[in-house]
């Protein structure tokens, strides 16, 4: 009943500026910058994709338009996370978006974590790289041998050997770690055992891309595709050596960082799905009006009506419901948000999903190919539903969280 | 991005007293409240039944819970409809709920028509008594042998003669016209012909209960239920006479008085149907809880968990959509409300129903019987698919206004 | 591959005959059949009502359109289980249908349970009036203070007491008890305690509705209506004794009945609701071409072209699928038809709710009062979502069986 | 009441030598075969390709298990649509299913056009060595510039000129004409005028792939893949020249020959996704009893029964539902057959892209990669709710069909 989601007036101002610049800036660059998939070796940028790329940051940079994730830090905007999360749906109609602005994932969650707990040095080496745009990071938590819906399954080895930790494993769904400018990765190990709380079994540790023993064996592919030249790499650690201080606040507090890190970028990720959602909506409204079959306009055939109506009527509950999760998290109380975060989760994929599917099909066979963004965007979005928890466990979550208001009983 | 659906802090002092009366005085009462039909004569209440009634409405009146509705009236407590959307889902877990604080449909609607377009003699005859809680009314729309989903194929005839209007033709589900305490009737009427624009041949009429010509032909019966003793009525019109200055606002008006007298009316019609959701929701956490089956709590068997997060998911979406279209309608534009109110009016039956099922189903046999209100919240809000409009011709609106974002052509 | 869902052409040539009858004979008397509630004691037929009823029944009598749900029995026609699906379906049209060819439930199975598992007695005194259409009779499974989904759970006491067994407990949902020909019961009741196997310790007992210390408690209202003058009746057992020999096949073995009973008349509900799914498509479609709206005809508004598709694509689908339910039967080898017999008691009620949900809403208002059958087939259909075993645990054996393929371990 | 769905003895026998080689021989190849995607030139065979496929042709020859799609000639096995529908479902197991026993599309529609309707040449240059394996060819069909889903709106230009017609436009999604062994496309052209009736516009030309003018733009992407080496190619067409014989049948007479090609085509592809749903639900129970999260199987947690026995209903179902469409084409009755041809086309994709969907969830991230064949199973069938025309079309057409029932109006 005090739920408000309106955003100061300076906050708007700059969050139409934004949005201008997604739309009339990024977005029509888009093709060009994904046409050029370069032949060979395609993990590179070609110099003209460096140049959209490099050009639109920096015009982003220079206009003041940077790092808007920093929502409570002297360094940024100081957005609240309702703020944020308009700004989040703007930059996700573009799948550049993130990165033209440096607020793409998951250098935003890892920036937050060398802010939070990171060594001077650490912060020197990678937080100001990354503040400034010049490198990119990656998050290693998923394993190819376990269950990783359960994270407390995670099992890569971590042991301590002198002044050093040891890491031996694989990981994969690496995001961003084939991106040649990737430098670090913040890696979720094993370092307790059976003997410990289940929850404090892990710790994150930070590791240079280029430490010896890492060895990356193949991009994963994501419905066919490899997104090359960003990509999820699967990796395997060999001996892979770091000093003792790369381990982040102490062994067994894996989970706490993770927690922490987790929140703010499920609400970014659902509201930039939001902004795929809207795009998708006007691409599938615009061909409706614009083609013809049967001696009308496509909007007037079938179910279309319906099919459009229902997907305004999606968008808006889930928009708003990312809206209330975020309030929700700027009240302070994680613990409160948390089933609110697991809301959004299920909900904001699956409503893209359903909308951007319903614009390929209205789209026909054109729907499916390069020509048109649809179905880059489905295969991302369709990722949300596994990434940082499948649904499943989110919908475990709300349940549990319901019903403990009826019972003590642990369900 | 101005969205706010705070409420203020009196405001929110007088909702946690509805909200107490309503679980503490109210829901108490309904199993005894509704169990005493009358035999014989189902058409009357039994005494106790207007003890119940009247005691709670005398005891809401005292404590100043009265009459909410008046959402900008000098004479109501002033209510944005955000604020009143909130009283709405509380006062909505009942059936009683509504009409103990003087807020029932279609009075409220009624009673504004009274106040912004009634002459002297209709608000001493009409208005007060309804303010009182003294009389009841009803709202005389659809009609039997036409497509009410088009409201301009409405045909009830309406003819000048002297100083008098005579009205002839039926008139269907009449709710509330079986209720003995049902005064008067607003009635929708053709005065126009085809020479006219398509929405200015209609009238409404004020016509009183007990004019000569009216027969109440039947109750028509919702899943098999005559909701006596209030209940929807089949009405004949023979001959009716009405002085002229029954006729509302001038001839060819009706639809304008309509629109105005709807949009709210929706809003409340779908926080009720939400504060159904709710209870639906908690009905079936408890029941899952404690009961048990093949050795477990019914919560931990097959999808319940997923069928409990759906439900809240969907619970929180369609109430922030709620939300979002009456602080629309606060905004002023009633055009650009407009498809809002269609949104609501869609989606919160369809979860409201999707969840009471749901408990019922929970609930086994017991589930769709008169021990648990669950049938009866039902089949209530089932109605409201059909009322106001189907659920396809508030679609048509949602998709028309989306597609007025890309194309001046008329779809 | 060796599915034929073929009839034999004799039996075509009966079932074109029933589908003859139903149409042109029992339909046309629906309404009045329906209309003519009594007042006061409603557990009475009018003589009206016994009139159309015993004169239906007696023509189809008289054809030789009798008891075809004698599948395998030298006394019937023989049909198999596949060729009465057919029946069913058809019969299934009408509310009226199985009960004027003498194959009503749950009359059917208990006729089974007396032939295959009765005394002599037993089968003079219930089998042969029931055969002949003379009595009723109801099966008392279900129990308020149980979950009866796991029908292990069943707690009605049965005590042995010499010659005797003493009954002592409450059954609800005796679905045609309240009908004033009902002369016997089945009942199963817990005659085993902690120690036996949990699928024996529970016993069937034959019990005539007369016996002394049997009290109707109440009907069970179904959405509101009580079903009079047939009805689904709470029914308390205070020390009712019946001799030993009452008590069927001995003790611990009602679950063996109760399995052989259920398979068939799970299949004949299916194919009935499948009846109800083809007159709500038929309704459907004739109000769609007759009725306009917004200068259209209805069939041609909104996305009612796929409304209709969809019905029929998901009739055709439950049909063939309790067809195959049925040859599965027919092979003999109960245990392997067992799962199919479970995916149609999902599947059908599902298709024929949703079916006759788009129905009523075709009809507007309409759909949901007593002037078409619509909302009666609902909440009719709606029960069979719950009536032996709610959804929930038909998909755990479908998804048991399953899993069964790939796992010896129990899950 | 004829529905007969058995095969024969000696038919089943051949079934089950083809499904036999599909899981031991072919599926084993699978990942060998899709891993080695050639570098630089993607639109060739590697020699371990060439010698994978070729092998396993060579021993489905030798078997006798080859071009079973000879539904109703003396030159195949003379299976009926029926028999070959369980051929298509094991054939569709596997992406190569249908080329190693030489029933992939289009090739065998084109072998029936070739049959049906070319000349000596034809048979000799085409269809004897389609009929070997030796070559494989391309249907030509849908435009970029027009909505393909109203056929009668294809366009490209196809003008007689002395004793050769003259082809120019555009054609894109030519399935398989990217394979380096594709030497001859179907192609269909608009070869009326306005004057004409609207469904004898239109004509069907053979066209070598070799023919000076024709240019491959570009491999169509589908979700991201080109699938290389065989492929959807986007072609254009510049003054190329063909024989004046090799238009077929007639001008104007394309549409009646496509008619007779799709029929067919439909129930193959339709029973292939069954397979591939079959093959999907197979994949996630095996993972579901094998992984563990959260100290359960995952069969255990969550929804999955649910999930799991409703996709074996939903399976059952469709397939249930081809086999009937099967025995309708089999009764000779094409045109009573087109209705439920489509129904199959909208039910059988939808069907298999939800249970593909709910295994890839299953399997975690692991699902949409590259290490399961289910993203390349779900992208492959997504394909067909557009081809052959999108589910709109065709729900339209069962709803057409439906309602012919009941009013002689056109809608």
């Known amino acids: ?162 002044d050093e930790y040891v890491l031996n494993g694989e990981k994969w769904w690496a995001t961003g770690a084939g991106d040649p400018r990737c430098a670090v990765y913040i890696v979720m190990v094993r370092t307790g055992d059976e003997d410990q709380p289940k929850h404090q079994r892990h710790s994150m540790v930070v590791v240079p891309a280029t430490a010896p023993g890492i060895e990356k064996l193949r991009p994963m592919q994501v419905y066919g595709a490899d997104d090359a030249p960003h990509g999820h790499m699967h990796i395997r650690f060999v001996d892979v050596r770091v000093p003792a201080e790369n381990l982040l606040l102490g062994e067994g507090r894996g989970f706490e960082i993770a927690q922490g890190r987790l929140g703010p970028g499920r609400i970014h990720h659902c509201m930039r799905a939001i902004g795929q959602a809207e795009v998708a909506l006007e691409l599938m409204c615009r061909r409706s009006v614009e083609r013809e079959a049967f001696g009308r306009k496509i909007a007037q055939l079938g179910a279309n009506f319906d099919i459009i109506a229902n997907a305004r009527m999606k968008i808006e509950q889930a928009r708003l419901l990312c809206l209330k999760a975020a309030w929700m998290m700027d009240r302070g109380d994680a613990r409160a948000a948390a089933p609110w975060i697991s809301q959004i989760k299920v909900v904001a994929p699956q409503v893209a999903l359903e909308v951007i599917d319903q614009a390929i099909q209205m789209f026909g066979a054109q729907g499916i190919s390069q020509d048109v963004p649809l179905a880059a965007m489905w295969t991302h979005v369709r990722t949300l539903r596994l990434a940082d928890g499948p649904d499943a466990v989110h919908r475990r979550q709300v349940a549990r969280a319901e019903l403990r208001k009826y019972t003590q009983q642990k369900l």
Chains 1, 2, 3, 4 share one sequence.
């Not at 930059?91 to 060594?119: I, K, S």
């Not at 490198?135 to 041998?145: F, G, H, N, Q, V």
Request: aromatic letters at 10%; hydrophobic letters at 40%; one cysteine or more.
């Open 1 to 162: 009943m005090d739920m408000n989601f309106a955003i100061r007036p300076e906050i708007k101002e700059l969050l139409v500026r934004v949005s201008d610049m997604v739309r009339n800036e990024i977005m029509p660059l888009e093709v060009e910058y994904h046409a050029e998939i370069p032949k060979g070796n395609r993990w590179q940028f070609t110099a003209r994709q460096a140049a959209i790329l490099e050009g639109l940051k920096a015009t982003a940079r220079e206009r003041g338009l940077w790092n808007f994730w920093l929502t409570d830090s002297a360094r940024g905007v100081g957005l609240s996370t309702v703020e944020y999360a308009y700004f989040a749906e703007e930059m996700g109609r573009t799948p550049m978006g993130a990165e033209v602005f440096n607020c793409n994932a998951p250098d935003t969650g890892n920036m937050e974590v060398f802010e939070r707990y990171g060594t001077a040095t650490m912060r020197q080496n990678w937080l100001e790289p990354l503040l400034n745009g010049d490198i990119r990071s990656a998050y290693l938590m998923t394993e190819p041998d376990v269950a990783s819906s359960d994270a407390t399954n995670i099992a890569m080895s971590c042991v301590r050997d002198g």
